[in-house]
């Protein structure tokens, strides 16, 4: 079942590929954007992103459930995720909230100090997941290294 949707898929994305070299309007049209081939390679776009996105949560639950220690892992995975969340809010100041807030008074966008927050923590969730990553490849490597 799961080579038949991955089959589908590609045949959709390559359906999707070929539209777009030939149907593809000028680039010196103003109204291209309202055409029927872009609204037609939006819609493949949305088909595949749901389709992806759907495919992987529903594998991913299935394998979670079936594999011995898997609700385990995943449990321990969320609790880690809730911990980096609750540390990238602490490490968003307010301070530097109240900053931003003041620079932008009087200008077309006015955020307020808790959406300001939020983005900060955000950020450093982001990067607080990216030094988890690098670390998760990199400690591999290097055990390997010195254990041969």
Known sequence: MQKILKIVLIVIGVVGAVLSFFFMPSGDDPDAINSGSIDLMFLLTWILLIAAAALAIFYGLKKMLTTPGGLKKAFFA???????????????????????VDVFDGREIQPTVSTVKTIGM????????????VVLMVVPGVKKLFTR
């Open 78 to 100: 969320i609790g880690a995720l809730a911990v980096l969340f609750i540390i990238g809010y602490a490490l968003s100041s307010g301070d530097e909230a109240q900053a931003v």
């Open 122 to 133: 955000m950020l450093n969730v982001f990067f607080g997941m990216v030094i988890v990553a």
